[in-house]
């Protein structure tokens, strides 16, 4: 069993930003396809970017040219650096870790974008 913990949420003003961190227990790390998900309240669960073990990234159109994906596979870690910040961002964030049909999701942590 593969452990997924987020950190790095808060409470930010618009226009400030935030870095999420995820770890994931694993030392196959660098096999994985890695995601940041969001769910905000009474909204489904959305992608917002996401990395294959490649190195490969996709953004959701919403967050484009103001998060960024990366991953350090030594330290077996994918980041969310999010800048711009508005309050349509709050939202409670996942990591999603995938290998195969393994598929692995952390806790959650919360972001908010608030004045």
């Known amino acids: 069993q593969v452990q997924v913990v987020e950190s790095g949420g808060g409470l930010v003003q618009p226009g400030g930003s935030l870095r999420l961190s995820c770890a994931a227990s694993?030392?196959?790390?660098?096999?994985?396809?890695m995601g940041w998900y969001r769910q905000a309240p009474g909204k489904q669960r959305e992608l917002v970017a996401g990395?294959?073990?490649?190195?490969?990234?996709n953004y959701a159109d919403s967050v484009k040219g103001r998060f960024t994906i990366s991953r350090d596979n030594t330290n077996s870690t994918v980041f969310l650096q999010m800048n711009g910040l508005n309050p349509e961002d709050t939202a409670v964030y996942y990591c999603?870790?995938?290998?195969?049909?393994?598929?692995?999701w952390g806790q959650g942590t919360q972001v908010t974008v608030s004045s």
């Open positions: 999603k870790a995938t290998f195969a049909l393994n598929v692995y």
């Open positions: 694993t030392r196959r790390f660098s096999m994985y396809a």
């Open positions: 990395m294959t073990s490649s190195g490969s990234t």
